[in-house]
């Protein structure tokens, strides 16, 4: 009953948030003049209908999928390392993303015309991913801790190896660099939904229908163990599917910071621990805080538009500090 509550609030308060998104911008409109071109009660082909369809409503969409996605990959890490603190970023997922991205813009170029972004931000997700992967294998009987201390090294590697492309390639290409490392939604279109949809398809169906087992390893691994279940395969594959639909994110956004963090928390205290509600719980407050962070970072400069990053990390760290004085 409580789970429905929650779902209830947020699902409208996200249909509000996108309908809000959809109005505001350079140039804001009613909610009047979007739900009338959204029920096609507009000519289809001026102005305000092509702005609407073919620019904000893809924003608007990339960012619910992308917050869904964070805030439940954020959930599957914090349990499979048993870290409070675990998101994408934490384990090199996000950096190694970024990397792929700033090679195409300082080095190589748009070889693949408007793909080349995308499916090199992809490919370095995935390369970084099978990294942290490969050290998970060989760590996972020592401890989360050493899973944890892994995934740093690898973030730092990424993340040097982004600042030495900054410094060294194109100077006149710092500010899109500046701008993808700190996230944002410019790429949205209705042809690269998809892949960031794909994504979300891929971790929702493991994690919820793994939402047992990741129950199980809240007891301790040797609690799992004795239900049958094989924590170190178990770890792993739960991993991969986060850093696939990482991957397929931060190919779209760039770095958003910390979503993945604080959403897990924000819904553990809302529903509780148990992943069956967990992560359906995630994924709306994820969609929800990243699309209201949208929202600001387009309006509270405009017409100059921050980067989310900018607005995530700032709330990330008043929240992360909120942790520690609440730990206490």
Not at 6 to 22: D, H, I, Q
Request: aromatic share 8%.
């Amino acid at each position: 009953m409580r789970l429905a509550g929650v779902l209830a609030l947020g699902l409208l308060g996200l249909f509000l948030l996108l309908l809000v998104s959809v109005a505001v911008g350079s140039t804001h409109h009613s909610l009047a003049d979007i739900v009338d071109v959204l029920l096609a009660k507009s000519p289809g082909d001026d102005p305000l209908t092509r702005i609407v369809l073919d620019l904000r409503l893809p924003r608007a969409l990339l960012a619910v999928i992308v917050g869904a996605g964070l805030g439940m990959v954020g959930a599957v890490l914090q349990t499979l390392t048993r870290n409070d603190l675990a998101d994408p970023f934490l384990f090199g997922l996000s950096s190694g993303a970024a990397a792929g991205a700033v090679v195409v813009i300082t080095v190589t170029g748009n070889i693949l015309g408007f793909w080349t972004l995308p499916v090199a931000a992809f490919a370095g997700g995935l390369i970084s991913s099978l990294i942290v992967l490969g050290l998970f294998t060989r760590l996972s009987e020592q401890g989360p801790s050493q899973m944890v201390l892994a995934g740093l090294a690898v973030s730092f590697l990424f993340l040097s190896l982004t600042y030495y492309l900054i410094f060294a390639g194109d100077q006149r290409a710092a500010h899109s660099v500046l701008f993808w490392t700190l996230g944002g939604l410019g790429l949205a279109n209705w042809d690269v939904l998809p892949i960031a949809a794909t994504g979300l398809i891929v971790l929702g169906a493991v994690a919820l229908t793994a939402h047992r087992p990741l129950d199980a390893l809240l007891a301790g691994d040797d609690a799992a163990a004795t239900l049958g279940i094989n924590v170190a395969r178990f770890r792993q594959l739960a991993f991969l599917a986060c850093a696939f639909a990482t991957a397929s994110f931060v190919a779209l956004s760039g770095v958003i910071g910390f979503i993945g963090l604080m959403v897990p928390h924000i819904a553990r205290g809302l529903v509780g621990p148990l992943h069956g509600s967990l992560l359906i719980t995630s994924a709306v407050i994820g969609a929800g805080l990243l699309l209201a962070s949208d929202i600001a970072a387009r309006t509270l400069l405009a017409p100059q538009e921050l980067p989310i990053g900018v607005l995530t990390t700032s709330f990330g760290a008043l929240f992360v500090l909120f942790l520690v004085r609440w730990a206490r």
